[in-house]
C-alpha cells in the first residue's frame, strides 16, 4: 500500500509540474523538440528568451509573421548557450 502511495504521489507530481507551464511554453517545447533538440535544452531556450522579453513580448515575437532580427539572433545565441549546459 505505502509503495502504491509513492508512486501515486510522484504521478500527481508529475502532472502538476506539468500543468504549470503556459500554453505557449508547452507549444514552443513540442515544436522545438519536434525539430530534435532535447526536452531541457528546449526549456532552457524559452526561460532565456521569456527573461529577456518578457512574457508578453516573448509572445509577440513567437506570433508574428516577421520577427526582428534581434529576436532570432537572441533565439540563436539562446540555443547554443543552452546546447551547451
Given at each position: ?32 523538440k ?15 528568451l ?6 508578453d ?16 539572433n ?10 551547451r549546459?
Amino acid at each position: 500500500m505505502r509503495m502504491y502511495l509513492s508512486a501515486l504521489s510522484l504521478v500527481l507530481i508529475g502532472v502538476s509540474a506539468v500543468g504549470c507551464a503556459s500554453k505557449e511554453e508547452r507549444q514552443f517545447i513540442s515544436g522545438c523538440k519536434t525539430g530534435g533538440i532535447e526536452g531541457s535544452t528546449c526549456k532552457c531556450i524559452y526561460k532565456r528568451l521569456e527573461d529577456k522579453y518578457g512574457e508578453d513580448g516573448f509572445k509577440n515575437q513567437l506570433y508574428t509573421m516577421s520577427q526582428t532580427e534581434q529576436f532570432q539572433n537572441d533565439m540563436m545565441q539562446s540555443t547554443m548557450q543552452c546546447m551547451r549546459e
